[in-house]
Nanobody
Framework: QVQLVESGGGSVQAGGSLRLSCVAS???????MAWFRQAPGKEREGVAV???????RYADSVKGRFTISKDNAKNTLYLQMNSLKLEDTNVYYC??????????????????WGQGTQVTVSS
């Protein structure tokens, strides 16, 4: 059984930083994983992807500010978020189990999801 457990969310002032973590169990950790985010009433959007070869991809809105990484020894996926903006306020989700169907930045491309962690950026 695959389990993804996120942590590290919280409240921060604009311009600040947070680091999200996602611990995976029951999963081939070397495979593609991603971070998504979702605001109330909006679709879940892809934020960052890290592929099995370590290459990464980011949404335009977070390029240069967010960094996705993983520690295979700890089975942990990270999202370092710097220079946070008000519009980064969302629930952030860890995703795994790429279905090989569709874009890697779309929700439908992943089978497994964490429970989400809230990030709130204030002025």
């Amino acid at each position: 059984q695959v389990q993804l457990v996120e942590s590290g969310g919280g409240s921060v002032q604009a311009g600040g930083s947070l680091r999200l973590s996602c611990v995976a169990s029951g999963y081939t950790y070397s495979s593609k994983m991603a971070w998504f985010r979702q605001a109330p009433g909006k679709e879940r959007e892809g934020v960052a992807v890290i592929r099995s070869d370590g290459s990464t991809r980011y949404a335009d809105s977070v390029k240069g500010r967010f960094t996705i990484s993983k520690d295979n020894a700890k089975n942990t996926l990270y999202l370092q978020m710097n220079s946070l903006k008000l519009e980064d306020t969302n629930v952030y989700y860890c995703a795994a189990g790429w279905t090989l169907v569709g874009s890697e930045m779309f929700q439908s491309a992943y089978k497994y999801w964490g429970q989400g962690t809230q990030v709130t950026v204030s002025s």
